[in-house]
């Protein structure tokens, strides 16, 4: 059952939406070659505590319960990554997936950033990955169901000649980090019919698309949480939390845009984060 949202708890959101962007343009600032993954999940942690936040992905619960305020996923890995002792190249992407609670309220985001410079593909690989969240956020301002909204997502990435990942998808979020309903981010017969559900006020969902180089198949690597392409190509995922109001949608981790917002928050705004 969806649980709409009442624009006091937008506001609320949107509040824990700042806090998580200011993490990744700290995170980004650390984002170069030499730097481990275990550094940058280290420099959100330090925030978060400094912010009196709730980290939340540390310690989800699974085979071993998840370690780190953040996932980090280099290259072929698509989601969960655990940071570590790692080091970045020349070359590679980085996937920081990212999110906290706020006086009770939640705020979900991911970026990948190229690490230095990039191939060609690479580079077409991130811009498809970020064009089709943007797209995704315009069309819910003119579309009426989500299906209609996943169906062009899909056809987008298509059209780049890279693949939609299936096995994970978006979700709804407010008080929980994950609540109803399911955001996939491709639209087969069996969503329309069974779970579709309609883009009106108060809705708030995190839409989050991977789209990997090769096969949108994954595998999960030993340590129980990374998945990782099954051809080993790289992957990419973009995500923002995203409510629907009167006035259209409203992206809640995006960079701060009033001037009241801007005093909140302490770091310069830079053009990934805006």
């Known amino acids: ?57 540390k310690g989800v619960p699974g085979p071993v319960p998840f370690p780190a ?16 002792s790692r080091k970045l190249q020349e070359g590679d992407v980085i996937s920081i997936d990212t999110g906290c609670r706020l006086k009770g309220w939640c705020g979900d985001c991911a970026y990948t950033h190229a690490v230095g410079q990039v191939t060609d593909d690479v580079q077409k690989l991130l811009d498809c990955t970020s064009g089709v969240l943007e797209l995704a956020i315009k069309l819910m301002g003119s579309r009426n169901r989500w299906g209609d909204v996943a169906s062009e997502m899909a056809t987008f990435v298509r059209d780049y000649g890279f693949s939609v990942v299936e096995n994970f998808v978006g979700h709804g979020i407010g008080k929980n ?27 708030v969902i995190a839409v989050e698309p991977m789209v990997n180089m090769g096969t949108k198949k994954v595998r999960v690597l030993p340590d129980f949480w990374t998945q990782s392409t099954n051809d080993g190509k790289y992957s990419a ?4 939390t995203i409510a629907i109001t009167d006035g259209g949608p409203l992206v809640l981790t995006a960079a701060p845009q009033s001037d009241e917002e801007k005093e909140m928050t302490g770091v310069v705004t830079t053009t990934e984060g805006s």
């Open 1 to 57: 059952m969806l649980k709409l949202k009442s624009s006091r708890e937008i506001e609320a959101m949107r509040n824990a939406g700042l806090v998580v962007w200011e993490a990744h343009q700290i995170a980004k600032r650390l984002v170069r070659p030499g730097t481990t993954t275990g550094e940058i999940d280290q420099a959100v942690e330090d925030f978060f505590h400094e912010k009196n936040v709730v980290p939340l992905f």
């Open 69 to 84: 305020v953040c996932c980090i996923s280099v290259n072929d890995e698509v989601v969960h990554g655990i940071p570590g």
């Open 177 to 203: 980090m994950h609540e109803d309903p399911q955001v996939p981010n491709f639209c087969s017969p069996s969503f329309r019919r069974k779970h579709d559900f309609e883009l009106e006020p108060g809705l």
């Open 237 to 240: 995922h973009f995500e923002h």
